[in-house]
C-alpha cells in the first residue's frame, strides 16, 4: 500500500463514520421535524382552534345574557342584529370545528368528540334563537327559556373541556416524540462520534507507526550521514514511498561514500600538485630573476652597443661625405691631368716644330758658313778688294759658326726638352691613367662607404628594435614575475584549500581501510617570495609601452609540470 494510500485510510474511516453520521442525522431530525411539524400544524392548531371555539360559545352565551339586560332599552333592530352577530360567531365555531377534521389529521377520540359537540353547539343556537325571540315580548319567559340553553352551554363546555385536554394531551404526546427523537438522535451521534474518533485515532495510531517508522529510519540514516558516518547500509522492507525514499537514501550512501573516497583520492592529488606547483613557482621565480638580471646586462650592453653603431653610422656618413668630395676632387684632378696631357702632348709637338726650325736654321748657318767661307775665298782671290768683304764674310761666317752653335744647342736643348716632354707626357699619361684608377677607386670606396654608411643606418634602427623588444621583454619578465607572485600565492590558497578540504573529508567514516581518507598532510613551510625586480634603467629613446594584463584568476586546474631529464621545467 502506497503512503498517500496509508495516510487516506483515516480519513477515509472517518468520512464513512461522517456518512453514516449524516444519514443518522438527517433520519433523527427528519423524525424531529415531522413531530415538530405534528405539533406545530396539527395539534397545537387543533388545540388553538377548540381553544377559541371554547371562548367563544362562552362569549356568545355572556352577550345573550347581557343583551337580556339591555333588551328594554334596545329597539328590535338592535336585537335583531346582536342576535345576528352570535349567530355568526356560533357559525364560525361551527365552522371551525368543522373544517378542523378537513385540515388536521384528527385521532378517533378528537372525531367523537367534534362530532359529539356539533349538535349541541347547533341545539345550542336553536335555544338561543328562542329565547332571544321570546325576551322580544317578555323578558322574564326569555330568562326561563334560556335555562335549556344553559343546560345545552353546560355540556357544550364540558365536551369543549374535553377536547382542549385532549387537543394538550396530543401536544405533550407529539412534543414528548419530538423530544425523544432528539435524544435518540444525540444517542446516536454520540456513538457515531465516539465510534469514528476511536476508529480515526486507531487507524491513525496504526498508520502513523506505520509511515513513522520508515521515516524514523530515514531520520537516523540522515543523521548518522549528517554526523560523517557513511558506513553500513540501509535495510529497505517496504516498496511505497517510504521504501523509496529509504532506497534512495541508500543509493545516496553509497554514492556519497564513492563521491567522498573520490574527493579524498582528488584532495590529496590536488596537495601533491599544489606542493610541485609550489615549487616550480619558487625555481621559475629565481630562473625569472635571473632572467632579469641577464636582460639589464643585455641592456646595458645594447645601450652601449647603439651608441657604438650610431657613432659609426655617423662616421660613416661622414667618410662617405668625404670619400665623395675626394671622388669630386680626383674627378678634377683626372680632368686637369688630361688637360695636361694634352698641353704636353702641344709642347712636344711644338718642340718637334721648333727642332724642325732648328734644324732648318742649321742648314742655313752651314750654308751660310759654306757662302762665308766660298766669300772669304773669293775675298782672298780679290786681295785688297775683297779685304772689307772678307771681314763681312768673316763676320758673317762667324756669326754663322755661332748660329750653328747656337741651334745645336738650342738643337740639343729642343731635343733634351722633347725627351723631357714624352717622358713628361708619357708620366702625365700615367698619372692620367693613375688618376682615373684613382677617380674610380675613390667612386667604388664611396660606394663602399655609403653602402657601409647604409648598412650602419639599417644596425642602428636594428638594434634600436633590439633594445625595444629587450625592454619589452623587460616589462614582460616583470609581469611574469608578478605573475609567479600570483601563481605562487594562489599555489599557497590552493594547498590550503585542499588542506582544508581534506580535514573535512577525514571526518567521514567509510567503513572501508582503503577508502578511509587520510588525514591532511601539515603545510610546508611557504615558498620565500621572489625578490622584486628592479625596472631596467631608462633608454636613450623610450621604448613602446606594452598594454599591462589584467590579473588572471587561476582556476586550479593547471597544466600537470613535465621536467626534462635535466631537471629544467618544459612546461608550466
Not at 766669300?375 to 772678307?390: D, P
Not at 599591462?548 to 626534462?564: G, I, Q, S, V, W
Request: hydrophobic share 50%.
Amino acid at each position: 500500500m502506497k503512503v498517500w494510500q496509508k495516510i487516506l485510510v483515516a480519513p477515509a474511516v472517518t468520512i464513512v463514520f461522517l456518512l453514516a453520521l449524516g444519514a443518522v442525522s438527517y433520519v433523527m431530525l427528519t423524525r424531529q421535524n415531522n413531530a415538530l411539524e405534528e405539533l406545530a400544524r396539527n395539534r397545537m392548531s387543533a388545540f388553538q382552534t377548540a381553544a377559541d371555539a371554547a371562548g367563544d360559545i362562552a362569549e356568545v352565551h355572556s352577550n345573550v345574557y347581557r343583551l337580556f339586560t339591555w333588551i328594554a332599552n334596545l329597539k328590535d333592530d338592535q336585537i335583531k342584529k346582536v342576535n345576528q352577530e352570535q349567530r355568526q360567531k356560533i357559525a364560525a365555531v361551527v365552522k371551525s370545528l368543522g373544517d378542523l377534521n378537513a385540515r388536521v389529521q384528527l385521532v378517533p377520540a378528537e372525531k367523537a368528540l367534534v362530532a359529539d359537540v356539533l349538535p349541541k353547539i347547533e341545539k345550542y343556537r336553536k335555544l338561543m334563537d328562542d329565547a332571544i325571540d321570546i325576551s322580544s315580548a317578555d323578558v322574564a319567559t326569555g330568562a326561563m327559556s334560556m335555562q335549556a340553553a344553559d343546560t345545552q352551554f353546560q355540556e357544550i363546555g364540558k365536551d369543549m373541556d374535553k377536547l382542549v385536554a385532549l387537543e394538550k394531551s396530543l401536544a405533550q404526546e407529539s412534543y414528548d416524540s419530538a423530544a425523544a427523537a432528539f435524544r435518540m438522535a444525540l444517542a446516536w451521534l454520540g456513538v457515531i462520534v465516539v465510534a469514528a474518533a476511536v476508529a480515526a485515532f486507531g487507524i491513525a495510531l496504526v498508520m502513523s507507526r506505520v509511515i513513522v517508522r520508515p521515516l524514523q529510519v530515514a531520520m537516523r540514516a540522515a543523521d548518522r550521514i549528517a554526523g560523517g558516518d557513511l558506513s553500513g547500509d540501509i535495510e529497505v522492507r517496504t516498496q511505497d514511498e517510504t521504501g523509496q525514499l529509504l532506497q534512495a537514501l541508500q543509493t545516496m550512501l553509497r554514492n556519497l561514500r564513492d563521491l567522498v573516497g573520490q574527493v579524498s583520492g582528488g584532495a590529496h592529488a590536488v596537495a601533491d600538485t599544489s606542493a610541485q606547483i609550489a615549487q616550480g613557482n619558487l625555481d621559475l621565480s629565481q630562473r625569472t630573476e635571473e632572467q632579469a638580471t641577464t636582460l639589464e646586462e643585455t641592456a646595458s650592453s645594447m645601450e652601449e652597443l647603439t651608441s657604438t653603431v650610431s657613432q659609426n653610422a655617423a662616421n660613416a656618413r661622414q667618410a662617405n661625405q668625404l670619400a665623395s668630395n675626394a671622388s669630386d676632387v680626383a674627378r678634377k684632378g683626372g680632368q686637369v691631368v688630361g688637360q695636361v696631357v694634352s698641353t704636353m702632348n702641344g709642347i712636344s709637338d711644338a718642340s718637334k716644330k721648333i727642332a724642325d726650325i732648328i734644324g732648318v736654321i742649321d742648314g742655313i748657318a752651314f750654308q751660310t758658313n759654306i757662302l762665308a767661307l766660298n766669300a772669304a775665298v773669293e775675298a782672298a782671290r780679290a786681295g785688297e778688294q775683297g779685304r772689307g768683304f772678307a771681314v763681312v764674310a768673316a763676320e758673317v761666317r762667324s756669326l754663322a759658326q755661332r748660329s750653328a752653335g747656337a741651334a745645336k744647342e738650342i738643337k740639343e736643348l729642343i731635343g733634351d726638352s722633347v725627351g723631357k716632354v714624352d717622358a713628361g707626357t708619357r708620366l702625365v699619361a700615367d698619372a692620367g691613367k693613375t688618376m682615373d684608377e684613382i677617380v674610380s677607386s675613390v667612386k667604388k670606396v664611396s660606394d663602399l662607404i655609403a653602402e657601409i654608411a647604409a648598412a650602419s643606418q639599417e644596425q642602428s634602427s636594428g638594434i634600436e628594435q633590439v633594445n625595444t623588444a629587450v625592454t619589452t621583454m623587460d616589462q614582460v619578465v616583470q609581469q611574469n614575475a608578478s605573475l609567479v607572485e600570483e601563481a605562487s600565492a594562489a599555489a599557497e590558497a590552493m594547498k590550503d584549500q585542499a588542506r582544508s578540504l581534506l580535514e573535512m573529508v577525514a571526518r567521514f567514516r567509510l567503513g572501508d581501510a582503503q577508502s578511509r581518507p587520510r588525514a591532511a598532510a601539515p603545510a610546508p613551510a611557504p615558498a620565500p617570495a621572489p625578490a622584486a625586480i628592479a625596472p631596467i634603467a631608462t633608454r636613450s629613446k623610450a621604448a613602446p609601452a606594452i598594454p599591462a594584463r589584467a590579473n588572471p584568476k587561476l582556476p586550479f586546474a593547471p597544466t600537470e609540470p613535465r621536467l626534462a631529464a635535466n631537471g629544467d621545467w618544459k612546461e608550466f
